[in-house]
């Protein structure tokens, strides 16, 4: 914007859905489910299937591993 320019700039709005599919949330869930993954298998492969989940799919893969219990140790039969 310049001196004497009377233009608005354009409102931007941002949308629940648009902050959720943003990148930097899906690297967040992809980090924290890696972590999830590893602390709850043991397992470097387990690990990064959990760490996928959380990039593609985050707003149902967050809310699986918190039911898990974020972190905890798989149950034993």
């Given at each position: 914007m310049y001196l004497g320019d009377t233009a608005e700039p354009?409102?931007?709005?941002?949308?629940?859905?648009?902050?959720?599919?943003?990148?930097?949330?899906?690297?967040?869930?992809m980090l924290a489910l890696t972590y999830h993954g590893y602390k709850r298998t043991g397992s470097l492969v387990w690990a990064l299937i959990y760490g996928l989940a959380g990039r593609w799919v985050p707003v149902v893969a967050v809310p699986v591993a918190l039911a898990q219990g974020y972190g905890e140790k798989k149950p034993c039969p």
């Open positions: 354009a409102a931007t709005t941002t949308s629940l859905r648009d902050v959720v599919n943003s990148d930097s949330v899906s690297t967040g869930a």
